[in-house]
């Protein structure tokens, strides 16, 4: 399942960026803190309409998707080890990458009617577009971080449980996943913005573990295949029984360094001052 992990590493980048990305849209770009009344909200959909269709369907829908590349990378790694709680990690996870995915869909459909409509009615137009983005909201757990938040504190525990990932970062997605819940408190709502920050540097830590894991074994399996063939080249065995030429050519000619190649001597010894360890 190598290839699920790297996927998953490169989801979980994905998810850090446009979780970055939406911020600095909605924060700087449609500077939507200070845009409070329905009217004002419709006025600004009409002027950046392609944005925020933007901004829903990478944010959401696109973020959904990958999400559950990501969660069955995460349950690959550590269900062994966890089973109980990477299965309702994962089904928390599902459940909110399609709570995501729903949320995006609907506000951008609800986007042209809105816009038709303001031409003839703004008022109307603002009435009809307060309630898209009201269902939008619910379903982008904008009043609380609770199933983002229960998914990462479980994956963050099972990981804990198997130690299959850096201590520090589980905690810290302790951390996390309990920001998100308590979010669902109205009194706390407000730290749904928190819980979004934590998810980024959490999101960039797994990526990096995820790669760099995946990287590592890629290195060991190259490494066992050059050596077996240089062992049966030694044997006098023919080079095209091996993995092919071009693999001892290429270790031959530009890791050269890593082997003392004498011609005379029909032994190729290892340089030992060079740690081929990854």
């Given at each position: 399942?190598?290839?699920?992990r ?10 850090a ?19 409070t ?34 969660v ?61 983005e ?18 990462t504190?479980?994956?963050s ?12 970062l589980?905690?810290?997605g ?12 109205p ?7 928190l819980f ?41 065995v ?9 693999i ?18 029909p032994?190729h010894?290892?340089?030992p ?6």
């Amino acid at each position: 399942m190598k290839h699920i992990r790297n996927l998953g590493g490169l989801s979980a980048f994905y998810m850090a960026a446009a979780y970055l990305v939406n911020m600095i849209l909605f924060l700087v770009v449609l500077d939507y803190p200070n845009i409070t009344t329905a009217s004002q909200k419709v006025a600004l959909l009409v002027e950046k309409q392609g944005v925020i269709f933007l901004t829903n369907l990478f944010g959401y829908v696109i973020f959904g998707l990958v999400l559950i590349l990501f969660v069955i990378a995460l349950y690959d790694r550590l269900s062994a080890g966890s089973p109980v709680l990477m299965k309702m990690a994962a089904i928390l996870g599902t459940i909110w990458a399609g709570s995501l995915i729903a949320s995006g869909m609907v506000a951008n459909a609800g986007i042209a009617p809105a816009v038709a409509l303001y031409t003839q009615d703004p008022a109307q137009a603002a009435m009809v577009w307060s309630m898209t983005e009201t269902v939008a909201n619910g379903l982008g757990n904008a009043n609380g971080e609770i199933l983002g938040g229960l998914m990462t504190l479980l994956i963050s525990l099972a990981a804990l449980q198997t130690a299959k990932l850096p201590k520090w970062l589980n905690v810290w997605g302790v951390v996390v996943g309990t920001i998100g819940i308590v979010s669902l408190i109205p009194a706390l709502n407000s730290l749904v913005g928190l819980f979004g920050i934590g998810q980024i540097l959490w999101f960039i830590g797994l990526g990096y573990i995820l790669l760099a894991n995946s990287r590592k074994s890629l290195v060991k399996l190259y490494r066992s295949k050059v050596e077996y063939c240089l062992v049966r080249r030694n044997n006098h065995v023919p080079e095209n029984c091996c993995y092919g030429r071009s693999i001892i050519h290429y270790w031959n000619g530009i890791r050269g360094s890593f082997w003392n190649h004498d011609q005379s001597d029909p032994e190729h010894t290892r340089n030992p001052d060079i740690d081929f360890d990854p």
